[in-house]
């Protein structure tokens, strides 16, 4: 599939299946009938508008998603058939749901603690527990589409009304992340919900009025670099490794892809990956031997590597190149001319 025609960017509408045992087809089918979604011209799924084995039309497509996901008129997010417990965090969620204006997103500007029963809060922990969550896929979709709309049978929730929820939560309970907190605070679905709420505020300019709801340091998104969102979502899963570095490219800044000189290539194993990421990362750091090895146990969480890390060559190479810099660094320093410190 190419890229839209002008004027028909806004008229997308995505679609998540997440149905073990139906055909993609039977799912869509069934969740336009049941919840009467009106699809206008246009639905892009990425399992059937991408050619898996076409590597250059997969490697560009994969990089028009960021611009597709942000252009489309909604994200629609396929829960599956109507559960008990999602209708009843959907139903928690929505009670405390303030709609915003049409060019605006509403939040508390005070503290409102929400009490939370035994059933309900175990409800949406179910909710953020679905393995939905689980994939590194969806980040994208959840953090840049405009309108989100999660669908469960013939139950559905606004993507907004979630984002409020999160943002209702006591400020105490929101910065602890122990366990004495609540769960879902520690899940996917919490971090990239909060995610989604600081890229859209960003990109409209807004007043930062909720603090210091969440936490103290609220993410960053559009400028987080490559190794932290690396590490924030090193757990998330995928069938192909690779895509647990190429998913995360559109939430990089064009500074960070740059700086990396990231970009999709199937063509590419994950090996290769590595080596170039170890490369660039000591081109953006101080590169110390201490700091180089933690990024890279990060990229072997990634990768899912197992492996020992001393018999790394990659690596081996890279570390070799750090200790020959701090060798010169040393050597200048020593032969640093008396004074010139001072005069400068």
């Not at 028909?8 to 997440?18: A, E, G, P």
């Not at 013939?154 to 984002?163: F, Q």
């Not at 210091?212 to 998330?236: E, F, Q």
């Not at 170039?276 to 933690?294: F, G, K, N, V």
């Amino acid at each position: 599939m190419g890229e839209p025609e002008t004027g028909q960017r806004h008229r997308y509408r995505w679609q998540t299946v997440q149905d073990p045992g139906k055909s993609l087809a039977v799912s869509l089918a069934r969740t336009l009938k049941d919840n009467k979604i009106q699809s206008g011209p246009y639905f892009w799924i990425d399992a059937i508008c991408i050619n898996q084995e076409n590597l250059h039309e997969r490697n560009h497509q994969v990089s028009l998603m960021k611009s597709i996901y942000f252009s489309a008129q909604s994200v629609v997010v396929w829960l599956g058939p109507s559960e008990d417990s999602i209708v009843s965090a959907f139903n928690t969620v929505k009670s405390v749901y303030t709609p915003s204006g049409k060019d605006e997103r509403v939040y508390p500007s005070r503290q409102v603690s929400l009490h939370l029963t035994s059933d309900t809060a175990v409800a949406i922990l179910y909710l953020c527990r679905l393995q939905y969550w689980s994939r590194v896929w969806i980040i994208q979709e959840v953090v840049l589409g405009q309108s989100l709309r999660f669908y469960c049978g013939k139950y559905t929730l606004n993507g907004e009304a979630l984002e409020q929820f999160f943002q209702r939560l006591s400020p105490r309970l929101a910065r602890k992340r122990t366990d004495d907190g609540p769960e879902f605070l520690r899940t996917s679905a919490f971090c990239i919900m909060r995610q989604r709420r600081d890229w859209h505020n960003k990109s409209r300019g807004a007043i930062k009025t909720m603090s210091p709801h969440y936490d103290d340091r609220p993410v960053d998104s559009k400028k987080l670099g490559i190794p932290a969102l690396l590490a924030t979502y090193k757990d998330m899963q995928s069938t192909d490794p690779r895509d647990k570095v190429y998913a995360l490219l559109s939430l990089a800044s064009e500074e960070q892809l740059e700086a990396y000189k990231l970009h999709v290539d199937y063509s590419k194993t994950p090996h290769d990956i590595y080596s170039h990421l170890l490369q660039m990362y000591i081109r953006q750091a101080t590169p110390t031997r201490e700091r180089l090895e933690t990024f890279a146990r990060l990229l072997y969480c990634v990768f899912g590597w197992k492996t020992d890390m001393t018999s790394d060559t990659a690596l081996r190479q890279v570390l070799l190149q750090v200790e020959d810099q701090e060798k010169r660094w040393q050597s200048e320093f020593l032969h640093w001319p008396d004074g010139a410190e001072s005069d400068a």
